[in-house]
């Protein structure tokens, strides 16, 4: 059966929300705990989204310091009923308990009304990776794209050169840091110490940390600098995307450049940036890093985050083993 929005079961325009502890929350997210703007996205969404069907369910605003937990198991059937997958109904709820803790700070709550409501339980899937062979066609892309548009012409417009050194840098750093999309589209110059290989990463929360970063990727940024008609100041970002007006490379961008690239490696185009710090987890741990030096490569708060990739390793072991063993 297909998923459908929310929004398409309601026969009339969804009501407008002005809340006043949403946008107090909304705004304690932006200030105090530096959320990106997804998470600000998807919090907003997921709230008002409660409240509208509190308001068209129960012909009344949601109050939140009155609401019940049998109230928020209403809400879960009706998404249930909606069809939306759980890994959105999760996040949802998600946001809501933020929202609650939030609420509890201020003294307008004492208690979680949703504190152990039973969701429906997403399927425990391994994160999708690639192998090195594969991440090395795909930093091969940029430059083997370039090459076939040299004896090309007529319409359409051309691959720059700058552009695919900018290109194989972003891919080569995500790769050699582990970077979230965010983390690598805000990275600014002064952010990168060349002498002792290390990049100073804004993580999710303006938590900060430092990351390891190899040769091969500085080297594909100094390249890309040295294409620009003026080199980059200290506080400017490190991949633009207009050069002119030094804009910051973007996550949909960036997406999009990836999917080009993909296709020309020969590998599935629906893989997401987000992959390739997967990729880059999963062949240090395939190579003997322990988990707890993964876990603050990647900026994890919780150890268990981490683990999910040991899970990634074993499986794979698991594969070999019964391939090759006799007695399998």
């Known amino acids: 059966m297909p998923r459908r929005s929310l929004n398409e079961t309601e026969p009339n325009p969804p009501p407008e929300i002005r809340d006043p502890w949403i946008e107090k929350f909304l705004a304690h997210l932006a200030t105090d705990r530096g959320a990106s703007v997804y998470t600000q996205r998807n919090y907003q969404q997921a709230l008002v989204e409660f409240a509208r069907w509190h308001l068209t369910e129960r012909k009344s605003p949601a109050v939140w310091e009155k609401l019940q937990r049998d109230d928020f198991r209403s809400y879960l059937r009706y998404l249930g009923r909606n069809n939306l997958s759980r890994a959105a109904t999760a996040l949802r709820f998600s946001a809501l308990r933020t929202f609650y803790k939030f609420l509890m700070r201020h003294g307008a709550v004492e208690t979680l009304p949703i504190k152990n409501l039973s969701l429906p339980k997403a399927p425990n899937r391994l994160p999708k990776f690639l192998t090195i062979q594969q991440m090395a066609d795909l930093l091969a892309a940029p430059a083997k794209l370039l090459a076939s548009q040299k004896d090309k012409t007529g319409a359409g417009r051309p691959l720059s050169a ?109 893989l997401t940036p987000h992959k390739l710090r997967h990729s880059y987890a999963t062949h240090l741990l395939d190579a003997g890093a322990d988990l707890r030096s993964v876990q603050e490569l990647l900026g994890h708060a919780h150890l268990i985050t981490t683990q999910v990739y040991t899970h990634v390793t074993t499986e794979r072991l698991k594969k070999a083993y019964d391939a090759a063993h006799p007695r399998a």
């Open 162 to 270: 700058e552009v695919c050194l900018r290109d194989v840098a972003v891919l080569e750093t995500i790769y050699s840091c582990g970077l979230r999309v965010s983390e690598l589209c805000g990275l600014r110059v002064d952010d990168i110490n060349f002498s002792e290989q290390i990049i100073r990463v804004r993580g999710k929360g303006k938590k900060e940390r430092l990351v390891p970063v190899g040769e091969p990727a500085l080297r594909t940024i100094q390249s890309y600098w040295d294409s620009l008609l003026a080199p980059p100041n200290a506080a400017q970002p490190v991949f633009c995307a207009d050069t002119k007006r030094r804009s910051p490379l973007n996550r949909i961008q960036l997406a999009r450049r990836l999917k080009n690239y993909l296709i020309i490696a020969g590998l599935d185009p629906a």
